[in-house]
């Protein structure tokens, strides 16, 4: 049986917006004599959901909305999205920091939060008296905190300021501090939201390193958010993606990753375009890739010959030098090469034209990759760009049920050319 340790059902938040409260006076009675009468919050039917880039019709809106999923003891839960998403108000529900406008939360266990530099610090008191705050909030009897203080001290890298008022800190101090306090005095479920951005890169390292030790080696739980994939990939065994306050996937943390990256372009292997990809010297057609002899709509085997296809009409009646330019990126948003057309004798002609760029087999490794589009003038100048215009994904079609299913390291894998003489 799965050991649960955190469970949310139904969670919902709702704000109001441009006031400090829930509104007026009028809505506060109309939510009593509802409540009174054994119905329904009436301002629950209504407002607008959590898109923070487009004005809306209603004074409410959902920052989130109808939000499930469990978190087994010992697993690490990455939380991501674009800003506004809702992430950071899901830790706070989760922490018990505000309260969710419907739905319940089920832990067991202690819960340590790190929400915002200096949360849970009073910066009045020093360091050492705000370990010993923290810690008797999470229940903890001054001989256990007392037994965690030099491991804390030593991990936050404070000592010398540690008798000194929280507020004479920097925001990297405090959060090296409150990270320690968090992680060693034993929660049961640690939460971590974006603050170890604000340390610096081996402060960083320290910290991913201690929560996987926490995960793995003490079998407690930690809920992450951060904006690095790379961290969330190495640290999470599993991922939810949240958009405009709703959960759009739950799933292992290389889907999750892979979703989020993908935003809005489309994960299909060939696109036609229209109006606003055109003009004065160009059009943009089509853009595909498939396998050799294959059309667009099958899978990319890694063991194939892939073609990518622009089709693209110049309108440019002057001998002028135009070129495409590709960058190939991947699924973590790292840029890996780029490649054109530019050196090829053969030039873009007034017309239609079908430009083909060929792959050799086994070049590219299994995952998911993006490419942006630059078309450039006179070898100098790139007079369109579109970023992340299509996105595929190869797989691996060859191994079998049964034996190695890892991936390679790296994301191309070329094949070379070997020679063995023997003496």
């Not at 705000?130 to 001054?142: H, P, R, S, V």
Request: net charge neutral; glycine share 8%; aromatic share 10%.
């Amino acid at each position: 049986m799965k050991d649960i340790i955190l469970k949310a059902e139904n969670i919902s938040k709702q704000y109001r917006l441009g006031e400090v409260g829930t509104g007026t006076l009028k809505h506060d009675l109309n939510r009593w004599w509802y409540k009174i009468r054994g119905k329904e919050n009436p301002y629950l039917k209504i407002g607008d959901v959590n898109d923070r880039s487009k004005k809306g019709d209603s004074d409410y809106v959902w920052a989130l909305q109808d939000i499930n999923f469990e978190v087994e003891r010992g697993e690490v839960l990455g939380i991501i999205g674009k800003n506004g998403a809702g992430k950071s108000t899901l830790l706070k529900i989760l922490s018990k920091v505000t309260a969710p406008t419907t739905g319940s939360i089920k832990s067991r266990g202690r819960i340590a939060s790190l929400l915002e530099v200096g949360t849970g610090f009073n910066g009045e008191m020093t360091g050492r008296e705000n370990i010993f705050l923290n810690g008797a909030i999470l229940g903890m009897t001054k001989k256990e905190i007392t037994s965690k203080l030099d491991e804390i001290i030593e991990f936050s890298g404070c000592e010398r300021y540690i008798d000194t008022p929280v507020k004479r800190y920097s925001s990297g101090m405090t959060v090296r501090l409150a990270f320690a306090v968090a992680a060693f005095l034993e929660p049961e479920i640690l939460v971590v939201d974006e603050v170890l951005a604000v340390g610096d890169a081996e402060f960083q390292k320290k910290a991913i390193g201690k929560m996987q030790d926490i995960s793995r080696g003490e079998g407690r739980t930690v809920l992450f958010v951060s904006h690095n994939m790379a961290a969330v990939k190495s640290l999470c065994t599993r991922g939810i993606v949240l958009e405009h306050g709703t959960v759009k996937l739950i799933s292992n943390i290389e889907n999750a990753v892979s979703y989020y990256l993908s935003g809005d372009s489309e994960v299909i292997n060939q696109k036609e375009f229209g109006v606003g990809y055109e003009i004065s010297e160009f059009k943009l057609e089509k853009i595909s890739i498939n396998c050799l002899g294959k059309s667009s709509d099958e899978p990319l085997l890694e063991d194939s010959v892939i073609e990518l296809k622009t089709v693209l009409t110049l309108k440019d009646t002057h001998l002028r030098d135009y070129h495409v330019t590709y960058h190939l990126y991947n699924e973590m948003g790292e840029v890996l090469f780029s490649f054109s057309n530019v050196y090829e004798k053969e030039k873009l002609k007034y017309g239609i034209n079908e430009l083909i760029c060929i792959f050799p087999s086994s070049f590219f490794q299994s995952g998911q990759y993006f490419i942006s589009f630059f078309f450039v003038k006179d070898r100098r100048e790139a007079i369109f760009i579109e970023n992340d215009i299509l996105s595929f994904t190869i797989i691996d079609g060859r191994r079998d049920l049964g034996v190695y299913m890892g991936r390679e390291p790296g994301y191309i894998k070329p094949k070379f050319n070997w020679i063995l003489k023997n003496t």
